[in-house]
């Protein structure tokens, strides 16, 4: 895609110079003019630590407005990057759903956007759909490589791992997964969507860039474990690509897989969740995982939900109340 066939300029205007050697904080200002604020903006937080010509990494967290081990790594790395230690360009943007992200949300609360779901974006659209069409038109074209933080958010809770997509470009699929062995995280996925359009990834993708992504905890807070499994994820991701010098320091990984829509098991009752295996467990196919108590009376019997396949236990819903058509687990296959 090409700057050309899209309809409109941004209105983000970057208030760094991408161009500029040294270490830059800044903004992406876009304007957004609303009751309290006539010729306001949206000011999301923006650094971009350059040295010479070398590649490009474009490093987001906070595309889930309530998922933290990204911003907090990314801060603390836009902090305390020195640029004499870098080859080539490092864009650090800790929340990319600004609005969402202010109000620890998933989505943004101006135009209940989810910025996974926005790509590749509109330049004439909603305040998320500005914020996607800008990363789609001016921050990817720049990149080589691209990591982006997920969590669980409030939601979910995850087995802390890092992933990359099976691909149609099997070269530009080796690239991702190699870069994932790198940031080596405890668990290492070949990942499978199962809502694949409007996705960042998949606007990463179609740009033939090298993509990685994470899922590392969730509950909407982040642990010491899953911060310091970001925050060295970060740095090896970037010693890989050899912005910084120095070879990847590699832990342990165990990859595991989600090879079919087999992976998820939905709740089909409102209720309380009883888990019945904890992340990381071995289940097997037809295991009960977890049961659905009705909380309206004593008495009923609470509706079973079985593991599809067998595996281990990957993610599973935080909140102890579950609605009808809420992920209630994930398994993963172990390889
Ligand atoms: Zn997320």
Redesign the pocket.
Known sequence: MTSANLPAPSPITPTVDFDRNGVQHGFLRLPYSRDDSAWGSVMIPIAVIRNGNGPTALLTGG??GD?YEGPIALSDLARTLDPKDVNGTVIIIPAMNYPAFRAGT?TSPIDKGNM?RSFPGRPDGTVTQKIADYFTRELLPRADVVLDF??G?KTLDFLPFAAAHILPDKAQEARGFDAVKAFSAPWSMRMLEIDAVGMYDTTVEELGKTFVTTELGGGGTASAETIRIAKRGVSNFLRHTGILSGDAELHETRWIDMPSADCFSFAEDAGMIETMADLGDRVIAGQVIARIYPIGRTGAAPAEIKARLSGILAARHFPGLVSAGDCAAVVAVLE
């Open positions: 595309n889930h998922e998933r996974n997920h969590s958010g």
